[in-house]
């Protein structure tokens, strides 16, 4: 799934692609489809779909249909760096013997970050 993040990550910083929506974050928009086609040639589209859908359950990304009608159902997608700064500080923390850990880490619910 650290694919998935970096390749979205990848998307996010070129400037001509991806759009601000209304909340003012830069969203990039792929279907499992076109993910496939596009970046991940050695997966299958089901299997894009359920990382995607992983990723998403996990709170490390969001997506959102801010276009949604009978005949568009377009998913824009974005990185949740608050949840994976989370994740990147309980990895650390999960290096360290009891001891080492202090009263101020951060706590979250390991399965978000694995």
């Not at 969203?27 to 086609?37: D, G, L, N, Q």
């Not at 992983?54 to 949604?68: A, H, M, W, Y």
Request: hydrophobic share 30%.
């Amino acid at each position: 799934m650290e694919s998935f993040l970096q390749q979205i990550q990848y998307l996010l910083n070129n400037p001509k692609l991806g759009k601000v929506l209304d909340d003012g974050h830069k969203y990039i928009w792929e279907t499992a489809k076109e993910f496939v086609e596009d970046y991940f040639s050695f997966w299958e589209e089901k299997t894009v779909a359920k990382h995607l859908r992983e990723l998403e359950e996990k709170g490390l990304i969001i997506s959102r249909q801010p276009f949604v009608s009978e005949w568009n159902r377009t998913k824009f997608y974005r990185i949740n760096y608050e949840n994976l700064e989370l994740c990147l500080e309980v990895s650390k923390v999960h290096k360290h013997t009891p001891s080492e850990v202090d009263e101020d880490t951060p706590s979250l619910n390991e399965s978000i970050c694995t």
